[in-house]
Each structure stands twice: as structure tokens, then as C-alpha cells.
Nanobody, 126 residues
Framework: QVLLQESGGGLVQPGGSLRLSCAAP????????MGWFRQAPGKEREFVAA????????DYADSVKGRFTITRDNNKNTVYLQMNSLKPEDTAVYYC???????????????????WGQGTQVTVSS
């Protein structure tokens, strides 16, 4: 198992911002790219955003386009999710995931991700 460490979650008011971080143990274990998923109570886990390490190709769920930005720091083996204009419906546990070579063709299907973090809680509320 690969330990992915998520951080940055917390409580924020609607319209506010948070930045999530996900660090892989090292370059040899970081995969081809990384993604963020989220799961709200009573709902299935859903894709949020993903990025590749090489070219920095990105993909976003329609629900977060224009509000969330995924970036990566290759030297730190870390990806970030900048979340702006947060809404109550963004409340969920956010999970970081490592993707394999299949990210060359798809950045959002769950079967390309082979390792998952423990999650960090994001709560958007007044």
C-alpha cells in the first residue's frame, strides 16, 4: 500500500476558499498522475479533478469547473486542490488518489486509480 497524506480540510463559510494538499511518499510511488474524489453523506464517491505529473493535463467535474484548480509540485510529489467560491454542496470527505499509466487515455475513471488516501473533511457552512 502507498500512503497518501491529505491535508487542508476544515470548516469554511460559503463563498470562502480552501486549499487541499496530497503528498505521495516519493517519486517512485507517485504514479502517472493524481486525482481528487469526494464523497458526501449518503452519496457515492465522485470524481472532482485530476492532473498528470508530466504534461500537467487536467480534468474537472462539471460541478467544480471555474471554481476549483488542481496543480502539482513535482519536486515535492504533492498535488493541490485550490477550492474557491465554495458552496454547501461541496461539503464532503475529499480523497486523494494515485493514478497509473491508463491516465494517458482517461483522467477520471476510477479504475485508473490504484491507491487512495484516508480523506480530509471539507465542510462549507455558515
Amino acid at each position: 500500500q502507498v500512503l497518501l497524506q491529505e491535508s487542508g480540510g476544515g470548516l469554511v463559510q460559503p463563498g470562502g476558499s480552501l486549499r487541499l494538499s496530497c503528498a505521495a511518499p516519493g517519486r517512485t510511488s507517485r504514479g502517472y498522475g493524481m486525482g481528487w474524489f469526494r464523497q458526501a453523506p449518503g452519496k457515492e464517491r465522485e470524481f472532482v479533478a485530476a492532473i498528470t505529473w508530466g504534461w500537467g493535463r487536467t480534468d474537472y467535474a462539471d460541478s467544480v469547473k471555474g471554481r476549483f484548480t488542481i496543480t502539482r509540485d513535482n519536486n515535492k510529489n504533492t498535488v493541490y486542490l485550490q477550492m474557491n467560491s465554495l458552496k454547501p454542496e461541496d461539503t464532503a470527505v475529499y480523497y486523494c488518489a494515485r493514478g497509473g499509466d491508463r491516465m494517458r487515455s482517461s483522467l477520471r475513471t476510477s479504475d485508473v486509480f490504484d491507491s487512495w488516501g484516508q480523506g480530509t473533511q471539507v465542510t462549507v457552512s455558515s
